[in-house]
């Protein structure tokens, strides 16, 4: 790139730093993470000379590559550094914010990922309502089930948010974890009836079966187990569901009808 080949004659630090920063912001568009990181590299050390900005934007870059090739560690590290430097009006200080609550979340420090989360929350960002459902899933692990149904809610509240199909199948799910089957079959079948294309199809019917059973309502378990098997035999959801089904049909007294399947 004519980047690169200014590279070639570094006379001023301030714009060899620019150079490198570019070619990095190149090199992660095309996925090309590892020649990235070696762009942005190069900004910080103690010897290049680059401008604060650009250093603080390299951090931002580091984070981004290192997170797209899923070395999450050092990803946090960048992130954490860009946060710290980066003036409180910076454009992409809430976004930086936001990736560093992924990268604890990942990384399972979710005290950490909560309360980064909610910094997001508190700033002006367009991804408030994917930080209101990753809390609440933080707050589901950490078994805070009114405070995660409570954040689940925030994101149905958002006219265009595309998290709403996955915050009602979380909303269900902690219905079920709690031993509340009636409500959880009744929030999977706001997922069920919602899209005909959701990504959650597969469980939410594998769920709710799940939650009938509780209820012994075995004929509807079945019908959900029979749903899996024939529409989304090779999904993971349908993993194990013979053997539900079976025991489904055995106590509705219709264990005739398994050899079918």
Known sequence: TYFEKSLQYPIDPVMAGECHYWCGEAYSIAGKYDQAIDHYAAIILPSSGASAEIATLSRYGLGYAYYNAKQYERALFNFKEFTNRAPKNHAYLADGTLRLADCYYVSKAYPDALATYRKVLAMTSPDKDYAHLQSGIVLGIQSKYAEATSELAEVLKSPSSTYKEEA??????????????????????????????????????????????????????????????????????????????????????????????
Do not use: W
């Not at 899209?195 to 597969?202: H, Q, R, W, Y």
């Not at 529409?231 to 194990?240: E, F, I, K, M, N």
């Open 168 to 261: 009602l199948f979380r909303m269900a799910q902690l219905d079920f974890e709690q031993g509340k089957y009636g409500n959880a079959a009744a929030s999977f079948t706001r997922v069920i009836d919602g899209s005909k294309t959701s990504a959650f199809l597969p469980y939410a019917y594998s769920k709710r079966a799940a939650s009938y059973y509780n209820l012994k309502d075995y004929n509807k378990t079945a019908a959900d187990y029979i749903y899996v098997i024939e529409h989304y035999t090779t999904h993971p959801a349908a993993d194990g569901v013979l053997v539900s089904l079976q025991e489904a049909l055995n106590l509705a007294n219709r264990s005739g009808e398994f050899d079918k399947y």
